[in-house]
């Protein structure tokens, strides 16, 4: 159980242009999810904290109109990076707590960005 | 503000041998610590979780971890490295909702 998938896994793209990830819980409700980053090694950095069905809380330091986060259902978040610069390149790594048990976050495997 | 600090960046052992990786924590309350690992372009595997339970706790793969708070430090062991465990290692404690990372401990296993 507490399942948490990432899509897609890796992505090459063009600078300039958008590239949207997926985060699901596939067998929770997750009414909070969590973006993070992590650069060639570094630890995870939190981007965002998102609430089904609200505005997501950004950290301070990242750019909420270039990292757009929704949270549509209790199932489903996507993080859409906005004209996408070869800085922006990193391991993306979304996390979901069950509803509940706000004790643990349960993590998806990791989505690696690379814009040329 | 909880936090965690991670004592050496790059752990080396030798296959067989005891692994050590030390985390110290900072927290105003009872903290949730955790400790995960990472392969090679991979998500964060959770090893085990301390929930203010036993204090020591056993996790996947052989790996346990005892807290201690007149330390405030929650180090992981392992009695016997496999090559397998060559990773990075992160230490983490829950904050207010998210959770906080040590800079993490890169395991290295030699023959």
């Known amino acids: 159980g507490a399942v948490v998938s990432q899509h897609p896994s890796w992505v090459i793209c063009k600078s300039g242009t958008s590239v949207k990830i997926e985060c699901r819980s596939l067998?929770?409700?997750?009414?909070?999810m969590f973006w993070y980053r992590q650069f060639p090694k570094q630890s995870l950095m939190l981007m965002a904290t998102?609430?089904?069905?609200?505005?997501?809380?950004?950290e301070q330091g990242v750019e909420k109109d270039k990292f757009l986060i929704n949270h549509a259902s209790l199932t489903l978040s996507t993080l859409t990076v906005t004209s996408a610069h070869p800085e922006d390149s990193s391991f993306y790594i979304c996390?979901?707590?069950?509803?509940?048990?706000?004790?643990?976050?349960?993590f998806g495997p990791g989505t690696r960005l690379t814009v040329l | 503000a909880q936090s965690v600090t991670q004592l050496g960046s790059h752990v080396s052992v030798s296959e067989g041998a005891l692994v050590l990786l030390r985390c110290n924590y900072s927290?105003?309350?009872?903290?949730?610590l955790f400790w995960y690992v990472q392969y090679p372009n991979q998500g964060l595997q959770l090893l085990l979780k301390?929930?203010?339970?036993?204090?020591l706790v056993k996790g996947i793969n052989g790996f346990e971890a005892e807290f201690k708070k007149s330390e405030t430090s929650f180090h992981l062991t392992k009695p016997s490295a496999h090559m397998s465990d060559a990773a990075e290692y992160f230490c983490?404690?829950?904050?207010?909702?998210?959770?906080?990372f040590g800079a993490g401990t890169r395991l290295t296993v030699k023959p």
């Open positions: 983490a404690v829950k904050g207010n909702n998210d959770m906080r």
């Open positions: 927290s105003s309350v009872p903290p949730y």
């Open positions: 301390y929930t203010s339970a036993a204090t």
């Open positions: 996390s979901a707590t069950q509803n509940g048990k706000y004790n643990e976050q349960f």
């Open positions: 998102s609430n089904e069905g609200s505005k997501a809380t950004y």
């Open positions: 067998d929770f409700q997750a009414t909070t």
